[in-house]
């Protein structure tokens, strides 16, 4: 069982003109003898993930896994940070991202050659435990070979839905954005729908929003969203300027 932290809460946005913002979520697990982070991020969250860490008295070399529901950029991007944690990712997946061309441009290729080629890399299977208490359930769409985690936490059992569930949207409508596989996707969250129904105590944690629970078939948030960006603008007081994204 773990103890369950969540370093960057996901946010449910794309900019209009710059592409994905990919601020997804990573979160960290502390139990059974092992420190593990469930996703990375992309390259921009390096220093503040690093800071995370150190807060909490962990070193880059204290993390002994890393959790990885999909090949994607804004969730794979951290791992080599981490010398002596072993990688879980979707066997599927990655088959499937490794298979891509060059210049897919979700899939930041030379992570994906590192993950392909790695002693270090555990290839998890549908069904599988690829450590203790630690589930994986296929929730393809998505990608191909997308895994969610459901995992046994101190404050109750998690699914870990990656981008199979982005956000509170997805799961009240099962209308996925940014899939490769619309039907899929809406199966998948179906999937996931009814394991939360199935255990009114099972927190789902999205890959771009917040934590959220079904309660009487209804979805709950457990927090307000919180994001913001800071901008040099010309002509204002200050000489920068928070935008609060959140609600």
Known sequence: MYELSILFQGFPGRSTCHGGLGWST???LRGEGRTVLVDTGGYGYRAPLLAQLEERGIARSDVTAVVLTHCHWDHICNF???????????????????????GTWELPEFHVEELARAEHVLRAEDGGEPLPDVHTIATPGHTPGHFAYRVATTDGPVIFAGDAVKNEHELRTGDADMTLDAAQSRRSIEKVRDLLAADPRLVLVPGHDRLLSLRDGEVVAHSQLAAGIKA???????????VDLGA
């Open 26 to 28: 990573v979160a960290l």
């Open 80 to 102: 080599p940070l981490f010398p002596n944690a072993q990688v879980v990712v979707p066997r599927p997946d990655l088959e499937w991202a490794a298979a891509q061309p060059v």
């Open 232 to 242: 040099w603008l010309p002509g204002r007081a200050e000489p920068t300027t928070t």
